[in-house]
Structure formats: structure tokens, C-alpha cells
């Protein structure tokens, strides 16, 4: 795998964990709470690790099937 499928994936990673986060939150909040507030701090941080995190596993599955 290149750098540049590498960033592609983790960029695609981290848009949809950041959405999916941000939307949980969000109906978290509204229907235990009462408030329509979105957790930013944890929708980002969790958009980062698994977009470090998940890419890098990826990769590492296709470099232990080419052996």
C-alpha cells in the first residue's frame, strides 16, 4: 500500500466515524437529556483514532497476505 491510499482511507475513515459520532451524541442528548448539544470533543476524538487505527490495520493484513 502507497502513502497516498493510506491517506485516502484514513480521510474517509475519519469523515464517517466524525459523522456517526456526531449524530449518536446528538440523539444521545436529545432523547436522555432534553438538549440538542453534539460532544465535538468526542465525535473528533474518536474520528482520529479510528482513522489512525483502522487504516493501519488494514495495511497491515494486506502486507501479511502478500507474504
Same mark, same amino acid.
Given at each position: =500500500?502507497? *502513502?497516498?491510499? !493510506?491517506?485516502?482511507?484514513?480521510? !474517509?475513515? @475519519? !469523515?464517517?466515524?466524525? +459523522? +456517526?459520532?456526531? *449524530? +449518536?451524541?446528538?440523539?444521545?442528548?436529545? !432523547?436522555?437529556? &432534553? +438538549?440538542?448539544?453534539?460532544?465535538? &470533543?468526542?465525535? @473528533?476524538?474518536?474520528?482520529?483514532?479510528? &482513522? *489512525?487505527? @483502522?487504516?493501519? =490495520?488494514?495495511?497491515?493484513?494486506?502486507?501479511?497476505?502478500?507474504?
Amino acid at each position: =500500500m502507497n *502513502i497516498k491510499k !493510506i491517506l485516502i482511507d484514513f480521510f !474517509i475513515t @475519519f !469523515i464517517v466515524t466524525l +459523522v +456517526v459520532s456526531a *449524530i +449518536v451524541s446528538l440523539l444521545w442528548n436529545l !432523547i436522555f437529556h &432534553g +438538549v440538542s448539544i453534539v460532544d465535538w &470533543g468526542t465525535s @473528533f476524538r474518536f474520528a482520529i483514532i479510528f &482513522g *489512525i487505527v @483502522f487504516p493501519w =490495520m488494514r495495511t497491515r493484513d494486506h502486507k501479511e497476505k502478500e507474504k
